[in-house]
C-alpha cells in the first residue's frame, strides 16, 4: 500500500476493531450500570435484562442476512449503513424514557450489530491468508478490549456521578470516527453473481429464533402471562425444527446447514455454543454480584472488573506463540475446563473478599476465556472454502449471538429460581453461587466435544506442523 500504510493484514483488522469497539463498551457500560438504570426508569435490574436481551435477539435474527446483504451490495456499504443504524440505536438509547423505549432502541442498535460485526469478519478472511490468521484476529481484538477496559469503570463513572443516559451518547464519535476509516481505506467487496434472498428460509429462521430468545428470557418474570411465553417457545422451537427441515437438499438457503459437515466448524459451533453460554451469563452476573449482592457502587464494581479486559489483552498479545506451541485441540479442552473453574470461582465469592484477590480472579479469567475465544475464532473457517465464506461467517456469528442472549436468559432465570425458591425478594451472594455453579459445568462440558477434533486440527492456521494432519 501507499503512503506508508500498513498492511492489509494489518490495517483491516484495525479498521473493523471501530466496530467491535463501539459495540463491546456498549455492552459492558450497560452491564455495570443495569442497577442504577432500572431504579431510573422504575423497573427491576433483573427485568431490565430485557435490554441486554432485544439487542442479542436483533443479533441473533438479522446476523443471518449479514452474508447475503455484503455479497449484494457490497460490504463497504453495508458496513457504513451498519455503523449508522447502530450510532443512531445509540442516541436513541440514552434518550428512553422507560423500559420499552429503551428495548425497542436497543434492537435497533442489534440490527446495525447484525450487519456491522459479521460483515467486518467477512472482509478480514477474504483479505488475510488462513496462514496469518491468527495474528489479524489479535490486531483486530486488541483494540477492541480497550471497550471493556474502559467500558467498566467508564459505565461506573457515568452512573454514579452523572446520567446514565451518557453511556450511550458516547457511541456517537466512536460512530462517526469508524465511518470515516470505512469509507477511507476498505473498497467494495461483492460477489459477481449473489445467490437469491431465501426469503421464506429467513421468515421461518427468524420467527424461530425470536420465539425462542424471547420466550426463554420472559420465562418466569411476569412479564407476560405464563401461556403466551410457552407459546413462543412452543411456536419457536417448531419454526426452527421447520427451517432445518426447509433447509435439507436446498443450496439457495438463508443458512447454510451443509456447513456442519465441516468437521472442525461443526465442533466450533456446538462446543462453542456451549461455552458461550456459560461466559456469557458471567457479563450480567458479575456486576449484579458486586452491586447487589455486596453493595457496591457500580463505580467500584466497574474498577474492580475491568481486569478481565486486562487479561484479556495481554493474551492477545501471545495469542499466535501459545496456539502455534500447543495447537488448537489442546488449548480448548484445557480453557474450557480453567474457564469453568474460574466461573465456580466467582461464585464462591463473599464480601468480605480482599479486592487483590478479585482483581487477580478478574485478570486470570480474562486471558483464558480470551485465549478460548480467539482459538474458536481461528479455526472455525480453517477448512471452509472460500466460496462459503460468507455464508459460514453469518452461520458462526448467528451461533455466537443466539448462545450469549441464552446465557444471559439463563443467568436471570436461575437468580429468579433461586429467590422463588427461598421464598424472598432480595438477592444475597449465597444466590450467586448456585447460578455460577451451573454454568461452570455447562462450560467445563463443552470440553468433552472438542476432543472429537483431530490432534492437528487447525494445522493451516495455526502454524503448527502437520504430521497427523490430512484433509
Known amino acids: 500500500m501507499s503512503g506508508g500504510l500498513p498492511r ?3 490495517l483491516i483488522p484495525l479498521i473493523v476493531a471501530c466496530a467491535l469497539f463501539m459495540e463491546n463498551l456498549d455492552a459492558t457500560v450497560i452491564t455495570t450500570a443495569l442497577p442504577p438504570i432500572a431504579r431510573s426508569l422504575h423497573e427491576d435490574p433483573l427485568r431490565l435484562s430485557l435490554a441486554i436481551t432485544a439487542y442479542l435477539l436483533s443479533l441473533a435474527v438479522f446476523i443471518p442476512l449479514s452474508g447475503w446483504v455484503a455479497d449484494r451490495y457490497g460490504a463497504r456499504r453495508v458496513f457504513r449503513g451498519a455503523i449508522v443504524v447502530f450510532t443512531c440505536g445509540s442516541m436513541l438509547c440514552g434518550a428512553a424514557q422507560n423500559m420499552p423505549e429503551l428495548v425497542a432502541a436497543r434492537i435497533l442498535q442489534g440490527i446495525g450489530g447484525a450487519m456491522m460485526v459479521p460483515v467486518g469478519r467477512l472482509v478480514l478472511l477474504r483479505n488475510v491468508p488462513k496462514s496469518e490468521l491468527v495474528t489479524a484476529i489479535s490486531y483486530l ?3 477492541a ?36 476509516l470505512v469509507s477511507r481505506y476498505i473498497a467494495e467487496v461483492r460477489e459477481a453473481e449473489p445467490r437469491q434472498l431465501d426469503l421464506r428460509g429467513w421468515s421461518l429462521l427468524g420467527a424461530g429464533l425470536a420465539g425462542l430468545v424471547f420466550g426463554f428470557e420472559t420465562l418466569g418474570k411476569d412479564v407476560l402471562p405464563p401461556a403466551l411465553v410457552w407459546t413462543m417457545l412452543g411456536a419457536g422451537t417448531l419454526l426452527v425444527g421447520g427451517y432445518a427441515l426447509y433447509a435439507r437438499g436446498r443450496t439457495q438457503v438463508i443458512l447454510d446447514l451443509t456447513l456442519l459437515r465441516v468437521p472442525t466448524f461443526a465442533v466450533v459451533i456446538s462446543a462453542g455454543s456451549l461455552f458461550r ?11 449484579l454480584l458486586l452491586q447487589l449482592g455486596f453493595g457496591m457502587t ?11 479486559a486486562i487479561g484479556a489483552m495481554l493474551m492477545k498479545l501471545m495469542a499466535a506463540r501459545i496456539v502455534r506451541r500447543f495447537g488448537f485441540r489442546s488449548l480448548l479442552v484445557a480453557n474450557s475446563v480453567i474457564a469453568g473453574a474460574y466461573l465456580l470461582a466467582c461464585g464462591l465469592l463473599r464480601p468480605e473478599a480482599s479486592q487483590a484477590l478479585i482483581v487477580a480472579l478478574m485478570l486470570s479469567s480474562g486471558f483464558f476465556s480470551s485465549l478460548q475465544f480467539t482459538c474458536l475464532n481461528a479455526i472455525a473457517f480453517a477448512d471452509v472454502t472460500e466460496s ?12 455466537q449471538q443466539l448462545s450469549l442472549s441464552v446465557g444471559v436468559g439463563l443467568a436471570a432465570q436461575l437468580l429468579h429460581l433461586r429467590l422463588a425458591l427461598r421464598h424472598e425478594a432480595t438477592l444475597l451472594p449465597v444466590d450467586f453461587t448456585w447460578a ?15 476432543l472429537r477434533l483431530p490432534a492437528e486440527a487447525g494445522a493451516s492456521v495455526s502454524g503448527r506442523p502437520a504430521r497427523a494432519f490430512s484433509r
Not at 298 to 308: Q, Y
Open 8 to 10: 492489509p493484514s494489518m
Open 277 to 287: 453460554v456459560g461466559i456469557g451469563a458471567f457479563t450480567l452476573l458479575m456486576p
Open 141 to 143: 481484538t486488541v483494540p
Open 145 to 180: 478490549l480497550l471497550a471493556p477496559l474502559l467500558g467498566a469503570p467508564l459505565g461506573g463513572l457515568i452512573a454514579t456521578y452523572a446520567s446514565w443516559r451518557w453511556i450511550f451518547y458516547i457511541n456517537l464519535p466512536i460512530g462517526l470516527l469508524g465511518y470515516w
Open 436 to 450: 455460577f455453579a451451573i454454568l461452570a459445568a455447562i462450560t467445563v462440558g463443552s470440553a468433552l466435544l472438542y
Open 298 to 308: 457500580p463505580l467500584r464494581s466497574g474498577l474492580l472488573t475491568f481486569g478481565g
Open 388 to 399: 462459503r465464506m460468507s455464508q459460514a461467517t453469518s452461520f458462526s456469528s448467528t451461533a
